[in-house]
């Protein structure tokens, strides 16, 4: 079932084009209420902590397969993904003009996320989960990059693509590992051995790689920056994307990780720490942004750095039982239900504020409450549930939060009683700032004074087609609120359980009542009236304070450092191409020249190679040495020759040498081709001699010319060298006595050279020749074609 | 300018047929003494050379009306048309045949394949080595 959207993407174009009149919408809305009510039939199964495992073979000689796990961890994904992808699509449906806009486009990449996301929250194979997970990166890209006409939707896809591919590479180097150690890709298989992990070298190693991935996604501190440059993307892709579904594949994956890696301190740390640092960091800076869709995408930021830090101090569960961090983990699981909701709605509503007035300037925006009384409604639920106040969902999961991280402070393991202060403290000062944030959204928005002016359109209420989602989500919100224990049941204690595999063995077993009212003697609440209080006094003073976030100059920001690592590695690898790929055949020369000398000297050193022997020399007679010193006067002469002339003059004298050398050493066919191809070859020189340039130095310097002479002489003593090595360490006798005794009754002829030429290796010479017409021909070509060209050439003069 | 080389061509005329003729004893000689296709063909292509030199280039075509550019080709086919042909034998490519065979004229005389194979060879050679010249010296 994963794949019945990206099966129906292929239809879609089709649809597009045959049917004009119908908006593409309608028939795609049926995709995901179908795969909704698929899922609901698993809720039975789940609830008692069961599962469905459905499996298609990919590679089974690698492991790798497609295995749909339904737990309760992933129905409760699943059906956030099918069931906020159904109210999206409905949504958009009035979002987008069928005229104008490109919808085939829209819904084919729309499908092919959810396909990717439910393959995400399904997958029991690493590797799958991989494929689906960069399938996500990729469609998000082409969602982000929707309206592609624009530089700034350019600009956030590429970003995003850099950011969440990077995090999703470091990912699969986790899983790697993982694999490595568990001898498995599968994570049900992972997480049964995963007690003997703990001591294994790669084990921290691959906890940081795959939190890393985690991390990208989920938009967590330092990398959230990509998630606000990516609300250029179309409203509805920002409301599933970006605030129900992709971004929370991290938290999927730190929850589905967690009975793995919950045994070691550093994930702790790591996800509790890393999750308050960006919730704290994006509340404070959602109330510096004054883009509607920017302050939601920061409050997203921030939310999910919640969800983030209480997965985190869930997992300590592992280490001790007290009551309080299974509660944390129940906590996470249910406020990312309440979280979708209320996110996705507000986007939502930012949507139709957009599209009723034009812009999403809060500056310009403002006394909207009459005109627009349902959006107001609806966007005040969302706002108050994300503020956490009651009567909303929100209140009920942030009584929680706070439960838990003020218990943090008492835990004594890992150091946390020397710290575990902090962790109250920024949880409640990040609160207070969610609370201006979530109230400087609705009231900038739709309370105060009209500024009619400003407004690009004339504002109306929205039509009902566009409102059916936000009010779905609405009322979702208040629902909650007052049933939290069956969506607790029903889904969030079998999510706990599937994150907690070893403390429970039913989802009954999670002890957890979730309730409005705990009394007067709980922390949290009053907690939440300071937090209420100061935030109602912060938000009141803001215009008096806001003033204090242009302090912080642009360059020092994160988006700074992404955008300065980004010019300075394009930059950078251009400088660093440019400096050593100059052009000059005569540089990649001394490139080629350099290395061979260094890397052959240095392994005849390491390995103490150089042996000479003198035995197996032969002796010298005085031919030879005259010859030599003909060769080497010869050699000499070619490299201070001024002309050309006297160089091809003399390179034919060293030729000629060489074969007189042949004669000496008794290679009679080899003297007859050398003496030969000699005066062939300098016929050929002096034919091309009239063509050829005057000699010149090619501007080289002296210091070039030294430089030359060095590296000629280093490659000179390196042959030399590993030639008398060579000579002087033969590993296996010749074979050539074979030859000798065969050549006759073998062969049939008595020039063993040619013999071996022809018969023995004839093979080579079949080739040899060949190389030779290739060159013939080559030349041919060369010539003929550079005249036919310059006929051609004097024909158009 | 044109000189009178009439020495030098008359000396030309006689010195090529020399020329060729010990480049084709080396070429027949090969399989056992020095020398072989390889050899052959270039001594050839000096001979050829040194017409080249003699007379010009327009008379040396006259003389020789080959197009050296198939030559090539057809000694390439030749040489593995002879490596290929063992094949048909039933014995692995490459295979040579020899044997000796009374002629009427030469009497006893060792017959090899690998004859043909260095046929294809000389052919080679000379084919491109006089297509290389020609078609630089051509071009001026």
């Known amino acids: 079932?994963?794949?019945?959207?990206?099966?129906?993407?292929?239809?879609?174009?089709?649809?597009?084009?045959?049917?004009?009149?119908?908006?593409?919408?309608?028939?795609?809305?049926?995709?995901?209420?179908?795969?909704?009510?698929?899922?609901?039939?698993?809720?039975?199964?789940?609830?008692?902590?069961?599962?469905?495992?459905?499996?298609?073979?990919?590679?089974?000689?690698?492991?790798?397969?497609?295995?749909?796990?339904?737990?309760?961890?992933s129905i409760l994904f699943s059906l956030l993904i099918t069931g906020i992808g159904a109210l999206v699509v409905l949504y958009s449906i009035f979002y987008l003009d069928k005229n104008k806009e490109k919808l085939g486009n829209f819904y084919v990449y729309l499908l092919i996320f959810m396909t990717a996301m439910l393959g995400v929250v399904q997958s029991d194979n690493v590797i799958s989960l991989y494929l689906f997970w960069e399938l996500t990166s990729i469609s998000s890209f082409l969602l982000i990059g929707y309206w592609f006409t624009r530089d700034r939707s350019r600009f956030g896809a590429l970003k995003s693509m850099m950011i969440t591919v990077f995090g999703g590479l470091m990912m699969l180097g986790g899983f790697i590992l993982l694999g490595i150690m568990g001898g498995t890709f599968s994570i049900r298989e992972l997480i049964a051995q995963s007690s003997t992990f703990i001591n294994h070298e790669f084990f921290t190693l691959s906890l940081i790689l795959i939190l890393l991935g985690a991390f990208?996604?989920?938009?967590?501190?330092?990398?959230?920056?990509?998630?606000?440059?990516?609300?250029?993307?179309?409203?509805?892709?920002?409301?599933?994307?970006?605030?129900?579904?992709?971004?929370?594949?991290?938290?999927?994956?730190?929850?589905?990780?967690?009975?793995?890696?919950?045994?070691?301190?550093?994930?702790?740390?790591?996800?509790?720490?890393?999750?308050?640092?960006?919730?704290?960091?994006?509340?404070?800076?959602?109330?510096?942004?004054?883009?509607?869709?920017?302050i939601l995408a920061f409050s997203t930021v921030s939310q999910l750095g919640l969800i983030m830090s209480l997965l985190g101090a869930g997992a300590i569960t592992f280490h001790t039982n007290e009551a309080i961090f299974a509660l944390a983990m129940f906590a996470a699981l249910f406020h990312l239900i309440n979280h979708a909701t209320f996110k996705g709605s507000l986007f939502m509503i930012a949507g139709i504020v957009d599209h009723e007035t034009g812009t999403r300037d809060i500056r310009k925006l403002g006394g909207l409450m009459s005109i627009m009384p349902i959006s107001f409604t609806v966007a005040f639920i969302g706002s108050m549930s994300m503020a956490g106040l009651p009567p909303f969902n929100g209140f009920l999961s942030k009584e929680m939060f706070l439960d838990s991280m003020f218990a943090l402070r008492d835990f004594s393991l890992f150091n946390f009683d020397t710290w575990g202060i902090v962790f109250p403290i920024v949880a409640w000062i990040a609160s207070v700032f969610t609370f201006i944030y979530s109230f400087y959204f609705v009231f900038k928005t739709f309370a105060g004074k009209r500024k009619k002016e400003k407004l690009p359109l004339?504002?109306?209420?929205?039509?009902?087609?566009?409102?059916?989602?936000?009010?779905?989500?609405?009322?979702?919100?208040?629902?909650?609120?007052?049933?939290?224990?069956?969506?607790?049941?029903?889904?969030?204690?079998?999510?706990?359980?599937?994150?907690?595999?070893?403390e429970y063995a039913h989802p009954s077993e999670v002890a957890v009542t979730v309730s409005a009212w705990h009394g007067f003697a709980s922390p949290a609440l009053w907690m939440t009236v300071g937090v209420i209080i100061i935030g109602a006094l912060l938000y009141l003073s803001l215009s008096k304070w806001q003033k204090i976030y242009s302090i912080q100059p642009d360059h020092l920001s994160l988006n700074a450092v992404y955008d300065a690592t980004m010019t300075f590695s394009e930059k950078g690898m251009n400088r660093l191409s440019r400096f050593y790929m100059n052009g000059l055949i005569r540089t990649y020369l001394i490139y080629i020249f350099a290395f061979v000398s260094v890397i052959t000297l240095s392994v005849l050193f390491i390995q103490d190679a150089f042996v000479v022997d003198m035995s197996s020399f032969t002796e010298v007679n005085s031919f030879?040495?005259?010859?030599?010193?003909?060769?080497?006067?010869?050699?000499?002469?070619?490299?201070?020759?001024?002309?050309?002339?006297?160089?091809?003059?003399?390179?034919?004298?060293?030729?000629?040498?060489?074969?007189l050398f042949?004669?000496?050493?008794?290679?009679?066919?080899?003297?007859?081709?050398?003496?030969?191809?000699?005066?062939?070859?300098?016929?050929?020189?002096?034919?091309?001699?009239?063509?050829?340039?005057?000699?010149?130095?090619?501007?080289?310097?002296?210091?070039?010319?030294?430089?030359?002479?060095?590296?000629?002489?280093g490659v000179g003593v390196t042959v030399t060298l590993v030639a008398l090595s060579a000579h002087s360490q033969k590993l296996i006798s010749s074979i050539s006595q074979y030859y000798i005794d065969t050549v006759k009754t073998e062969a049939g002829g008595g020039n063993i050279v040619n013999v071996i030429l022809v018969d023995y290796r004839g093979f080579d010479t079949l080739f040899e020749i060949a190389v030779l017409s290739i060159a013939g021909i080559g030349v041919l070509g060369m010539i003929k074609l550079r005249l036919a060209k310059k006929e051609d050439s004097n024909e158009n003069k | 300018m044109k000189t009178n080389d009439v020495i030098l061509q008359t000396t030309t005329k006689l010195v090529f047929f020399i020329i060729f003729l010990f480049s084709i004893h080396i070429f027949f000689a090969g399989h056992y003494t020095p020398g072989g296709g390889f050899v052959g063909g270039l001594l050839t292509t000096g001979a050829i050379i040194l017409l080249l030199l003699a007379f010009d280039l327009k008379t040396v075509q006259k003389a020789l009306p080959f197009n050296f550019t198939i030559m090539t080709g057809i000694g390439l086919l030749l040489a593995l048309g002879t490596a290929s042909g063992s094949i048909f034998f039933n014995v692995p490519f490459f295979t040579h045949a020899f044997d000796d065979f009374t002629l009427p004229l030469f009497g006893v005389t060792s017959l090899h394949t690998a004859m043909i194979f260095d046929a294809g060879v000389f052919l080679v050679v000379v084919g491109s080595a006089i297509t290389i010249i020609q078609s630089i010296g051509g071009d001026s």
């Open chain 1, 662 to 713: 042949f004669v000496i050493f008794k290679a009679p066919d080899l003297a007859l081709t050398q003496l030969v191809i000699e005066t062939v070859s300098v016929a050929l020189f002096l034919l091309a001699f009239q063509h050829l340039p005057k000699l010149s130095d090619h501007g080289e310097t002296k210091r070039n010319k030294l430089a030359n002479a060095i590296i000629a002489l």
């Open chain 1, 1 to 73: 079932m994963i794949f019945l959207p990206i099966v129906a993407a292929l239809f879609v174009p089709m649809l597009f084009r045959k049917l004009k009149g119908i908006h593409t919408g309608w028939f795609v809305l049926v995709v995901p209420v179908l795969l909704f009510g698929y899922y609901t039939t698993f809720l039975s199964t789940t609830m008692d902590g069961g599962h469905a495992i459905s499996e298609l073979q990919w590679i089974p000689s690698l492991g790798i397969s497609f295995v749909s796990y339904i737990d309760g961890l």
């Open chain 1, 624 to 659: 030879g040495i005259i010859n030599a010193i003909i060769l080497v006067l010869g050699v000499i002469f070619i490299l201070f020759s001024k002309t050309r002339l006297g160089a091809i003059i003399a390179l034919g004298a060293v030729g000629y040498s060489v074969a």
């Open chain 1, 216 to 294: 990208t996604k989920s938009a967590q501190f330092p990398f959230y920056i990509w998630l606000p440059d990516a609300m250029e993307a179309p409203t509805p892709v920002s409301a599933y994307l970006h605030s129900a579904t992709m971004v929370k594949a991290g938290l999927y994956l730190v929850a589905r990780f967690t009975p793995i890696f919950a045994v070691s301190e550093v994930w702790i740390w790591l996800v509790t720490g890393i999750g308050l640092l960006t919730l704290f960091w994006g509340s404070i800076f959602a109330v510096k942004q004054t883009d509607l869709k920017a």
């Open chain 1, 458 to 502: 004339e504002p109306h209420e929205a039509p009902i087609g566009m409102l059916l989602s936000p009010i779905i989500l609405a009322s979702l919100v208040v629902v909650i609120f007052f049933i939290p224990n069956v969506v607790g049941k029903w889904l969030v204690k079998p999510a706990v359980m599937a994150v907690q595999p070893y």
